[in-house]
Every structure is written in structure tokens, then in C-alpha cells.
């Protein structure tokens, strides 16, 4: 009697899955994987979850990019963070059984991939890997903000922008040559979020940026030299 094919693992052919927290999951524990994946296309502006919503998944970003914001009683937001390709997102309600604390919205065409609430438990609850991966993936959230803390008091205003702008283009800009070009993706009042600084002040340090020689804006488009994310990506690089 001929043997049944193993369940493919629905990550396998993801261009993350070897950073994926579902990676290390078992032979066995494939079914209850599969059977709570699906895969979603957000269009720009599209909400995954609002603040408030009942945690119902974890949620991978494999394509996009999302803007994770808090509301306020007054009426005001502020963008927290951005959630890129292979950023794990909701699961910290998740781990805590709680509502959403922020909102996940689509800042471009985005595709998600979920796994639902009862079958991802069920995963976790058999493969220890998993969970290691996903309180790696806590640990790093949390030196993130550490590092923008420590960066807020000792980095510049145009060395922190540049570090967000170098960022979006290396995930979202197109090559050009000798050159990246993007639309930006947020607005600059979303920067000043990122940044904890005014609004008025992002114009001022863009057009110090500018002064430098290291982009061009013209309105939301951003040009940058293929040098620049050359200099950035060493950088980051030394730093891991």
C-alpha cells in the first residue's frame, strides 16, 4: 500500500521562509498549519485590523507594507511603526489573548499571510521551534524600540531620517542604475511620528538631505544615489 505525500508546508516557497516562524514546524503539526493559512491581497489603504478588534491570527507581511498606528481619544494617531516583508504582525495580542492596541492599515498593495488563532495555538502547542521564534521575534521588537530611544538622544534628526528613507527604498524603491526611485509611501507627518519630532521639521530635514547631495524630493518622489544605500547597507551590516 503506497504511502501518502507528506503536507507541503504553505511557507515553502515564500522568499522569507527561511527567517519564518513557522519554519521549524513538524511533519505532524503541517496539517493544523495548513488547515489555518490563507493568503490575503490588501489594496492601498485597506485595514487588516482595527484597534479594539479581537485578536483572531498572526499575521505575516510577505509583500507591501504596513503602517501600524495607534489612535487616541482626542481624534489623533500616531504611526507607531511600519511593518515590511517578513515582519510578523498581531502577535503580541495574540500571546497576551487581548484586543489589537493598534491599527494595521495598507500603505501599498500588500499581501498577508494569516494563520488563524486556534490552528497557529495548536502549532505552537506542538512545536517548542515555534515559539522561540516568535519570542525571538518579541525580543526584537523590543530592542528596536530601545535603539530608537537611544538614537532619539544621541543620532541627528537627518541621520535617523535617512536611515527610515534608506529603508523604504531598499524595500520599495525602483533601481534605476545609478540610481533608486520611490513615491513615498507615508506621509510627512507620519515621519515626524517615526521621528518624535514636528511636522514642520521633517521639510527642514529633507532639505538638509537634499543639501548634502544625498536625494532628491520633489514633493513625495525621492531619488537617492545607488552610493547612499550602498553606505547605509555597510553600516547596518557593521551594526548587526
Keep these: 500500500m503506497s504511502q501518502s505525500k507528506p503536507t507541503p508546508h504553505p511557507c515553502g516557497s515564500c522568499a522569507h521562509y527561511a527567517g519564518s516562524i513557522w519554519q ?7 496539517d493544523a498549519l495548513t488547515r489555518g493559512f490563507t493568503r490575503r491581497n490588501l489594496q492601498r489603504g485597506q485595514v487588516l485590523f482595527l484597534q479594539g478588534d479581537e485578536n483572531r491570527a498572526v499575521y505575516c507581511v510577505s509583500s507591501g507594507l504596513i503602517a501600524l498606528r495607534a ?16 515582519d510578523i ?44 521564534r516568535l519570542t525571538s ?17 544621541t543620532a541627528s534628526g537627518q541621520d535617523r531620517l535617512a536611515d527610515i528613507l534608506t529603508r523604504l527604498m531598499r524595500a520599495h524603491g525602483t533601481d534605476t542604475g545609478a ?7 507615508v506621509s510627512r507627518r507620519d515621519l515626524a511620528d517615526l521621528l518624535g519630532v514636528q511636522p514642520e521639521t521633517i521639510s527642514r530635514l529633507i532639505k538638509r538631505l537634499q543639501e548634502g547631495g544625498q536625494m532628491l524630493a520633489s514633493g513625495r518622489q525621492i531619488t537617492m544615489a545607488r552610493r547612499m544605500l550602498d553606505v547605509q547597507a555597510a553600516t547596518d551590516h557593521a551594526a548587526a
Design 24 to 30: 521549524p514546524v513538524t511533519a505532524r503539526a503541517t
Design 71 to 86: 489612535h487616541h481619544e482626542d481624534g489623533r494617531s500616531t504611526l507607531l511603526r511600519l511593518a515590511y516583508p517578513g
Design 89 to 132: 504582525i498581531g502577535y503580541r495580542s495574540f500571546l497576551e489573548g487581548r484586543r489589537h492596541r493598534t491599527e494595521a492599515r495598507a500603505l501599498l498593495p500588500s499581501r498577508i499571510c494569516t494563520v488563524g488563532q486556534r490552528d497557529a495555538q495548536r502549532v505552537i502547542g506542538s512545536t517548542p521551534a515555534v515559539m522561540a
Design 137 to 153: 521575534r518579541c525580543i526584537a521588537e523590543i530592542d528596536r524600540n530601545h535603539a530608537r530611544i537611544i538614537a532619539s538622544a
Design 179 to 185: 540610481e533608486f526611485t520611490m513615491r513615498l509611501p
